[in-house]
């Protein structure tokens, strides 16, 4: 297949140079600092903040990799998935110009994005099922159509998308195609990191903030061929991952085992919830999930929404949302937050 990344990219961002960190030239962890106008006597917390984290993040990609199956070099460090959502657009969408093909419904921050970096949209829904179109979607793309973004268990529906649909799209889409894995761990669909050697054009979306326990700490992951990664470390901010969290997630990594166990958990509860959710007369309809939440079709969904909130259980009203149209999206809880949730939902329907 032929993929010019080169003219792809927005002509300033190919010819910038990546920054030096001021610690390049030695890399050794004893010496005496005086290159980064740190504070020499530590920090007033319990722990030692006061040196500035490896802007590579050499030890934490090195674990990744072993546990994804990439390379470290195919490995990109983002700010949360949002902050690597942010640098595509200003690395390949020049504002004005170019464009992004989205597939509504879906993640709400590949258009917040779009238009804080002044890019147009060009929006091709999913089928009824939550499906690809993907010969709607070449319809819809141009040349300077710089980005398709696939998400996959896609959110707010929870479905995995046809395999075959992403792969053609990946050989016929001239731009870069993001596929988003956010809820992959919630799923049995293989990563598509295992087509990373096979499309220079795909970039796989992941995230520590849904299975893995860490949303607080904002660690997201790009995989993609060592060119892009290049492109990405590039133009993000030099420290845009803080020590703590490189070091909170080693030690999580490290523990593996319990994260599994963790997720084995919320798949009994999505189970639990959907067995328990199909009693109620009123449910019209409960999406199939590969994610760790639930699209639930009610009647009066912004009623039921607000008398839920009165009842103090908050769920995501996408009663408003194309093909979402009265649906509520419940987040998969532990037994006695579904078990409040259920007790609500009889008060109030
Ligand atoms: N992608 C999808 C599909 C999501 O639903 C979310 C968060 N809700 C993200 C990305 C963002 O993840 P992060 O916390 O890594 O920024």
């Known amino acids: 297949m032929s993929f ?14 990546p920054y030096t960190s001021a610690r390049d030239e030695y890399t050794g962890k004893e010496g005496v600092f005086l290159d980064a106008n740190e504070n020499p006597f530590g920090s007033i917390t319990e722990q030692d903040f ?8 050499s030890e934490l990609k090195g674990e990744i990799s072993k546990i994804k199956g990439v390379r470290p070099s195919q490995i990109f460090m983002g700010n949360g998935s949002d902050e690597a959502i942010d640098l595509l657009y200003r690395a390949f969408c020049n ?42 979607i070449l319809a819809a ?23 075959e649909d992403v792969l053609f799209l990946l050989k016929n889409f001239k731009g870069l195609v993001v596929v988003d894995e956010a809820y992959i761990d919630f799923s049995d669909e293989p990563s598509f990191t295992t087509e990373l050697d096979n499309f220079p054009n795909l970039l796989v979306m992941q995230t520590f903030s849904k299975a893995w326990g860490l949303a607080s700490l904002r660690l997201g992951m790009a995989f993609a061929s060592e060119e892009i990664i290049r492109i990405l470390n590039k133009i993000k901010p030099p420290y845009n991952i ?49 994610a760790n939440f639930l699209l639930v079709k009610v009647p009066h969904a912004n009623q039921v929404y607000d008398d839920l909130i009165a009842e ?8 408003k949302v194309l093909l979402c149209e009265d649906c509520l999206r419940i987040t998969v809880g532990t037994r006695e937050e579904n078990e409040a949730l259920l007790k609500a939902l009889n008060k109030v329907c």
Not at 104 to 131: C, H, W
Not at 145 to 161: H, T
């Open 50 to 57: 006061n040196r500035y984290p490896d802007p590579y993040q």
């Open 4 to 17: 010019d990344l080169n003219s792809l990219l927005r002509p300033h961002i190919a010819k910038l140079q």
């Open 312 to 319: 103090k259980v908050i769920v995501r009203n996408r009663a």
């Open 141 to 163: 793309a141009d040349s300077n159509s710089k980005i398709l973004f696939i998400c996959s268990p896609n959110n707010p529906s929870a479905n995995k998308v046809k395999r």
């Open 242 to 290: 803080s020590g703590l969290t490189q070091e909170t997630v080693l030690a999580a990594i490290a523990n593996k085992p319990k994260v599994e166990t963790m997720i084995r958990e919320i798949l009994e509860e999505r189970e639990f919830l959907l067995s328990e959710l199909k009693k109620f007369p009123f449910v019209q309809k409960i999406h199939p999930s590969h």
């Open 95 to 136: 504002p004005g110009k170019d464009n992004v093909i989205l597939l509504p419904p879906t993640y709400g921050m590949y258009e917040v994005s779009a238009n804080i970096n002044d890019v147009e949209i060009r929006k091709v829904s999913l089928t009824s099922d939550f499906q690809l179109q993907p010969e709607k």
